[in-house]
């Protein structure tokens, strides 16, 4: 008899034991799955988790490692299938801690500055932790500009900023001298055309999917390299790709690359959506300081820029050497001229777009898409296309047409460059080899305008604009206009 209490006080005593293991095994979290994205300046690896899960995260040097540890959390997936491939991580080890926790080591091949954060379920994943290896000193692009580009590019912008200072000052900005590169002289730095290329999303953000499963973040990369490599057959020109591969980049980051680059041009390719498989068509968007100009363009810039929550990166155009209200002077100035040539290019891109496919808007829309705010560099988007229309979503998977629409992209910018050249560009050289010097050419000095150069050769200015197909009254220093006889 008291063996038989004996045996029931065990069994009891292993049934609560039971029901508290199972209890601890429910509240744990369990990793289900885990994902690598590989980028030139970093790597970053996301845990896909059943529950949220408190991480440590530290480095450990003599091998270099860097150690995650998960408390009351287990391993459900294998990691031996994980690609390292073009990582930092030459190996992946995983193990028990304090009986109830996970440990993951990684082992690396290079200097790393690690960083970590966690992300809240949303359409397309659970509860993630998000570790970032980043590169010290490494450029996030694989082909960065030569620095005696960069340097030629540095003077251009510099002496745009002195004079955009003059009249902030209300000083003439005729008194402002040029640097050299702005002088006609020998030789001439005849410096490529830089477009930065950004394709939409990418890695933890696959942006919009189609009705068959199509990725946005796909489509709009594959159409970025080809983009690219048409923009670098083109003499003249360089393409800046703001990430060629399955990975993400903040919003602010893409400009900032961009501006970094010394880009003359940022478009950012993507392919639209909407709640509905009806809306189809093309649409190019420049940014808007009043806000977007439409219903569709505010829901889709609000869209785009809540993607940058996944990166979890902020930045901002510091202009801290000036006062506040010369601050506020100079980026309107800076803003309004990016913003008149955004616009400008826009419409001869749409133009060449409405050849291929039909365009969802007649004119370049305006909205507040991050991508797009950076001051001194004309931004474009383009929507190639709706990919949660079913026909649409089918003929952007198709190389043949993606390779159409690239060409108009292209050939909208093109078009522009060839009659607005940089001064110190290969194309500007060209032009003014090409041309004639028996006297009926102009070229723009600080200061002028376009009534004064008009008044002082005796022509009217709207014989100037048709002449030297100027949309409007803007124009360069250094830009060589033809004046047409009176």
């Not at 955009?164 to 209300?170: D, I, L, Q, T």
């Not at 953000?205 to 990725?215: E, L, N």
């Not at 690239?406 to 910018?413: E, L, N, T």
């Amino acid at each position: 008899m008291r063996h038989m209490k004996s045996a029931r006080r065990l069994l009891a005593g292993l049934c609560v034991l039971g029901l508290f293991l199972a209890a601890s095994l429910a509240q744990a979290a369990s990793v289900d799955n885990l994902r690598l994205w590989a980028a030139p300046d970093h790597a970053r690896l996301v845990f896909d988790l059943s529950s949220p899960a408190r991480a440590n995260v530290f480095s450990l040097d003599n091998p270099r490692r860097l150690v995650i540890d998960l408390d009351d959390s287990r391993l459900n997936t294998r990691v031996d299938a994980l690609d390292l491939e073009g990582s930092a991580i030459s190996t992946l080890r995983t193990g028990v801690r304090n009986g109830t926790g996970l440990r993951v080591v990684l082992e690396l091949e290079r200097e790393i500055a690690p960083r970590h954060f966690t992300l809240a379920p949303n359409e397309q994943y659970g509860h993630r932790l998000v570790v970032d290896l980043e590169y010290p000193g490494e450029s996030a692009v694989e082909d960065p500009i030569d620095p005696i580009e960069s340097m030629i590019r540095e003077q251009e912008i510099a002496a745009e900023r002195a004079r955009s200072e003059a009249v902030a000052e209300g000083r003439n900005p005729a008194d402002v001298a040029a640097p050299d590169v702005l002088e006609p002289a020998s030789p001439h730095p005849r410096r490529d055309i830089i477009i930065a290329i950004d394709a939409g999303h990418g890695g933890e953000d696959p942006g919009a999917i189609g009705p068959s499963g199509t990725r946005e973040k796909d489509i709009v990369l594959e159409m970025s390299k080809r983009l690219a490599r048409v923009v670098n057959a083109a003499e003249g020109f360089r393409a800046v790709m703001i990430r060629d591969g399955d990975y993400y980049v903040g919003l602010r980051q893409r400009t900032r690359i961009a501006r970094e680059q010394k880009a003359d041009f940022f478009v950012s390719i993507h392919a639209d959506a909407f709640n509905s498989p009806r809306p189809n068509g093309s649409s190019v968007y420049a940014l808007s300081q009043r806000g977007a100009t439409s219903e569709t363009a505010q829901w889709l810039a609000a869209s785009e820029n809540q993607a940058d929550l996944i990166g979890g990166v902020d930045g901002s155009l510091s202009l801290d050497d000036k006062d506040e209200v010369l601050r506020g002077v100079l980026l309107d100035l800076t803003m309004t001229a990016t913003l008149n040539d955004s616009l400008t290019i826009g419409g001869q891109v749409l133009d060449q777009l409405g050849r291929v496919n039909r365009l969802h808007k007649s004119r370049v829309e305006q909205a507040g898409f991050m991508v797009l705010k950076s001051p001194d560099i004309p931004s474009l988007l383009v929507e190639t296309g709706f990919i949660s229309n079913p026909g649409e979503e089918s003929r952007l998977r198709d190389g043949s047409y993606q390779q159409k629409m690239v060409d108009a992209i292209f050939g909208g910018i093109r078009g522009h460059f060839q009659r607005n050249p940089p001064l110190a560009s290969l194309l500007a050289w060209q032009r003014d080899r090409n041309r004639s010097t028996a006297g009926n050419e102009y070229r723009i000095q600080p200061g002028d305008t376009l009534s004064e150069i008009a008044a002082r050769h005796g022509v009217p200015v709207a014989q100037i604009k048709r002449a030297n197909e100027l949309n409007g009254d803007v124009i360069r220093v250094g830009q060589v206009l033809r004046i047409p006889r009176s």
